[in-house]
């Protein structure tokens, strides 16, 4: 005796066919409100200019980092504390940056 014969099973169960309902996709919704050409606009200029932009901003920080460890290791840690005080006049520019950057975006 099989095991399904003690349980009262049929010999072939049924399956069930599993029916996948097709979800819009986002741009699909923006195509059906807006027309079926979505304008990004200069985000893909505005994003090349961007990068030139952060690689020389972590750049100029990387080396201005390494050289405010070089003088307070030398001895001349009043220098580079007034150095690091101008450093936040450049913070604040990036900050700007950002803001800016996210309106145009």
Do not use: C
């Amino acid at each position: 005796m099989k095991y399904r014969d003690i349980l009262g099973l049929s010999k072939k169960q049924t399956k069930k066919k599993v029916v996948k309902k097709h979800k819009s996709s986002i741009t699909e919704g923006l195509k059906k409100q807006f027309g079926d050409t979505i304008n990004e606009g200069p985000a893909a200029e505005y994003n090349k200019a961007h990068q030139k932009v952060k690689k020389t901003y972590n750049e100029f920080t990387d080396a201005y980092y390494e050289f405010q460890r070089l003088l307070i290791k030398k001895g001349l840690k009043p220098i580079g504390r007034q150095l690091d005080n101008q450093f936040r006049g450049v913070e604040k520019w990036w900050k700007f940056y950002y803001k800016i950057l996210d309106k145009l975006l």
